[in-house]
């Protein structure tokens, strides 16, 4: 119970600096469209794995980004490490790929985008717009000896920052594409979808304040099948 109550004022901490500095949904103005400058120090200071070490990278967006601060009490002990940035895209994931997963070495990438694509955060984005830059992901990874875990789009039944975009028809259709790819490509399908969907598409209420983004409760269910998911993937061949 004492980590539960750690994990909350943590988590309850974390949400509003975040928030306050970066409003849910937000896009990087800057000429650095894909925010290479947010990772760039720590990734150059980030030493090697250690020999044995299953390093893992997080790829995303402001869900990835709010989950990052948690690690170390949802998983004790484990080499993770947060690469989100809140309001991105998938084309910007693309583009900090090299830099922010390969060049850190992990031995698995989890990549979780897609749902600021369908609410239009960079412009107007077809499925197949968004399933091209994750199946470039997905080959820069393994190409890189990198094993890959693809998530599921979380569920939501609209955008608190840009209303009337109707995304969970959507959120299904992109992630039933993700699961086969990944099925197709020797990468691991984690399902967060199933486990945090409501009967209307979108996110248990207990699970967000927002509809969008979990809360403490929506991490730790989101924590066990991501350690599920990697576990598959570092014993792939």
């Known amino acids: 119970m ?17 928030i306050a500095a970066v409003p849910l949904g937000a896009q990087q103005t800057s000429g650095d469209w894909a925010n290479l400058a947010k990772f760039r120090d720590a990734d150059a200071q980030l030493a090697a794995p250690a020999p044995g070490e299953h390093r893992v990278v997080f790829m995303g967006n402001s869900i990835t980004e709010l989950w990052a601060p948690l690690f170390s009490t949802l998983f004790p002990n484990k080499p993770y490490i947060g690469r989100g940035i809140s309001g991105q895209t998938t084309p910007q994931m693309l583009v900090r790929f090299r830099q922010d997963v390969v060049d850190l070495h992990p031995s698995v990438v989890v990549i979780l985008g897609g749902t600021n694509d369908i609410a239009g955060n960079t412009g107007e984005s077809t499925l197949e717009m968004i399933e091209d830059n994750i199946a470039s992901m997905t080959e820069i990874a393994k190409a890189n000896g990198i094993r890959v875990v693809l998530a599921s789009v979380l569920p939501a039944s609209d955008y608190p920052w840009r209303r009337g975009r109707e995304p969970a028809p959507k959120i299904i259709a992109l992630n039933k594409w993700i699961e086969q790819y990944a099925s197709r490509m020797g990468a691991v399908y984690c399902d967060f979808y199933s486990a945090m969907s409501d009967a209307q598409g979108g996110m248990k209420p207990e699970l967000s304040k927002d509809g969008v983004h979990p809360n403490q409760a929506g991490y730790a269910v989101m924590a066990p099948l991501a350690v599920v998911a990697i576990d598959r993937a570092l014993a792939m061949k």
Do not use: K, M, N, W
Request: with cysteine.
């Open 2 to 18: 004492r980590i539960h109550s750690l994990t909350s004022r943590l988590f309850g901490c974390v949400t509003l600096a975040l």
